[in-house]
């Protein structure tokens, strides 16, 4: 009775499983040449998660709430991802803030991106942060802006009931 799980905690980790599984697809790494590196998968942890909670926000009552504790679920595993290779208190609280930070301005731009169906303004921003350290051709950064809106797209078809309860699965990887 005390170690009963909440319901959306349950959907909460489901949800996050999913985009760690596809956030660590070796696809997105060779062909897509993302830098196979800890801050090119923080990039990729980002960009689905913030998929995720683009879709989650816009259900309602409780797509805002569930989008809420995804976020602390993500940086909850970031903070002890850290802890775990050593980073004592200070520096794990400075750098989950920084990371936080990272999240939201990516959030605000990639949602502008999805929310004006802008597949350029994507690309760029996709070139700003997830290839900030590369320079990659501009058709490989398409097909993962491509492959973000077709993510949107296939949540889209779900009911909202399927999605708040982790019942989804991404677009199969056809790069």
């Not at 976020?71 to 802890?83: E, G, P, V, W």
């Not at 990516?106 to 991106?113: A, E, G, W």
């Amino acid at each position: 009775m005390f170690f009963k799980k909440n319901k959306s905690y349950i959907s909460v980790d489901k949800i996050y499983n999913k985009i760690v599984l596809l956030s660590r697809n070796k696809t997105f790494y060779l062909k897509l040449k993302i830098p196979d590196t800890i801050d090119g998968r923080f990039d990729m942890l980002l960009l689905f998660s913030i998929i995720v909670v683009y879709k989650l926000s816009s259900i309602k009552p409780n797509g805002k709430e569930l989008a809420q504790k995804l976020f602390d679920r993500i940086f909850l595993d970031l903070d002890y991802s850290l802890r775990e290779i050593g980073a004592g208190d200070v520096g794990v609280s400075s750098k989950i803030k920084t990371m936080a930070s990272a999240f939201l301005g990516r959030q605000k731009v990639y949602c502008s991106s999805f929310e004006n169906n802008n597949i350029e303004n994507l690309v760029d921003n996709l070139n700003n942060n997830v290839y900030r350290n590369v320079s990659v051709d501009r058709k490989i950064i398409k097909k993962l802006a491509l492959y973000s809106f077709k993510s949107i797209d296939k949540l889209n078809l779900y009911k909202n009931s399927k999605i708040l309860s982790g019942c989804f699965e991404f677009p199969e990887l056809n790069i």
